[in-house]
């Protein structure tokens, strides 16, 4: 059975520092994966996608950036947090055209 | 215009009751529209999903429809329980390489006892 951890579960982190979020798919091969947010009470916003290693997708620019250095890993980074980087940061990887959801990391930025 | 209307924003039912959520769209490339149930501070779980080839689909207490000539779909909870209180979430792909789903901006259904 696939599995879906991210990293970290949550934090809590200043205006301007810098930030690092993951995601592992296990139980995949090859995913295709991505990183969605969603503000508080809010929708989801599909920010990157990834087909495959080194490759990634841009589709909302947020001033945040992504990488794919595994097959089963994905990394959402910045190195300067802005106020409106507060939210909810979902990794997702999918079946064909279905998509399933990681637990999320609840992001505050002060 | 790639955009998901989603309604109501928020829907009281009594246990036992049936639930309905509905959600239309404009952009006719959409063919595949998934339903997610998300539970406070965790990843939203799919639901059901249906194809733009079909009308109507079934799982357990779940119902999806389909309307393409009128671009709507609807998602049916029948006997409904205080447990399916959450919020839910239709979705539309268009492009199984991008997966790029959109989203509409949700219900929060509330069960009561």
């Known amino acids: 059975a696939q599995t879906i951890h991210q990293w970290p579960v949550a934090e809590i982190k200043a205006v301007g520092s810098p930030l690092s979020l993951g995601c592992t798919i296990k139980?995949?091969?090859?995913?295709?994966l991505y990183w969605y947010w969603q503000a508080t009470g809010g929708t989801l916003q599909q920010l990157f996608y990834?087909?495959?290693?080194?490759?990634v997708e841009s589709v909302v620019q947020l001033n945040l950036s992504a990488s794919r250095p595994k097959d089963d890993q994905f990394i959402l980074s910045t190195e300067k947090l802005l106020l409106s980087h507060s939210g909810f940061y979902l990794c997702?990887?999918?079946?064909?055209?279905?998509?399933?959801f990681g637990p999320g990391t609840r992001l505050t930025v002060l | 215009q790639q955009q998901v209307r989603q309604s109501p924003q928020s829907l009281t039912v009594w246990e036992g009751g049936t639930t309905v959520l509905t959600c239309s769209y404009e952009?006719?490339?959409?063919?595949?529209f998934p339903w997610y149930q998300q539970f406070p501070g965790e990843g939203p779980a799919l639901l059901i999903s249906?194809?733009?080839?079909?009308d109507k689909k079934e799982d357990g207490r779940f119902t999806t429809f389909f309307n393409k000539r009128e671009k709507k779909l609807s998602l049916h909870i029948i006997d409904s329980q205080p447990g399916d209180s959450a919020t839910y979430f239709c979705?539309?792909?268009?492009?199984?390489?991008?997966?790029?789903?959109?989203f509409g901006h949700g219900t929060i259904l509330r069960v009561h006892p």
């Open positions: 997702a990887w999918s079946l064909d055209n279905e998509q399933y």
């Open positions: 990834s087909i495959t290693v080194g490759q």
């Open positions: 952009d006719s490339t959409f063919n595949y």
């Open positions: 139980g995949k091969s090859s995913p295709n």
């Open positions: 979705a539309a792909l268009t492009g199984a390489n991008t997966g790029k789903l959109t």
């Open positions: 249906i194809l733009s080839v079909s």
